[in-house]
């Protein structure tokens, strides 16, 4: 019995969010695992970002006139880690010149980016916010992980907390409806 309830506990921690707070119990700040919620539609703020070498790069000049997924994420959050590899098929399969995926990493240590970075292949841009502190501020950002998705002008249109496969053929179909009518070039991975 306690062998079952350990396990259904150890479930549902995996298909939550993660706390934005990773000192927080996660009983206290999950998010639901999937599902993708309204968010007032607006511009994305713009923010200078932080490479994982230190170069800023804004965020008006690196989203011009793509389609972005930008996800906000860390090392240490399970969820994060399980959406990653989707997140990299994603953006392998889609059209680069109409389509970015960012990851906005809120860790508070920039090594532990960087070898995660290195060590599992992420090969999409990802950035810097030390702990966190510009995507809470700017973004509301609580739980990880938390993904906006932005037209081509820049408009958040949806927003999307905890895990997704990204890759999946559903996930990958709202993505797509965001070019418009005139992508005739988009593979599935």
């Known amino acids: 019995m306690n062998r079952m309830f350990a396990c259904c506990v150890g479930i549902l921690w995996l298909l939550s969010g993660c706390s934005a707070d990773n000192?927080?119990?996660?009983?206290?700040?999950?998010?639901?695992?999937?599902?993708?919620?309204?968010?007032?539609?607006?511009?994305?703020?713009?923010?200078?970002?932080?490479?994982?070498?230190?170069?800023?790069?804004?965020?008006?000049?690196?989203?011009?006139?793509?389609?972005?997924?930008?996800?906000?994420w860390a090392t240490w959050c399970p969820p994060c880690r399980q959406e990653m590899p989707d997140l990299v098929a994603l953006s392998k399969a889609l059209p680069s010149d109409k389509f970015i995926v960012i990851g906005l990493a809120a860790d508070s240590v920039l090594a532990d980016v960087q070898r995660y970075v290195s060590?599992?292949?992420?090969?999409?841009?990802?950035?810097?916010?030390?702990?966190?502190?510009?995507?809470?501020?700017?973004?509301?950002?609580?739980a990880y992980p938390e993904t906006f998705l932005l037209n081509d002008k820049g408009q958040v249109t949806n927003k999307v907390i905890g895990g997704v496969p990204w890759a999946a053929p559903e996930s990958i179909s709202i993505?797509?409806?965001?070019?418009g009518s005139d992508i005739q070039d988009f593979q599935q991975p």
């Open 23 to 72: 000192s927080a119990s996660t009983a206290e700040t999950a998010q639901p695992s999937k599902g993708v919620l309204s968010l007032e539609k607006g511009t994305f703020p713009e923010m200078t970002l932080t490479r994982l070498d230190g170069t800023l790069v804004n965020t008006r000049d690196l989203f011009a006139g793509k389609v972005v997924v930008f996800n906000v």
């Open 175 to 179: 993505i797509q409806s965001l070019y």
């Open 119 to 142: 060590e599992n292949g992420v090969s999409f841009p990802i950035f810097w916010d030390k702990g966190g502190a510009m995507a809470a501020e700017l973004l509301q950002v609580r």
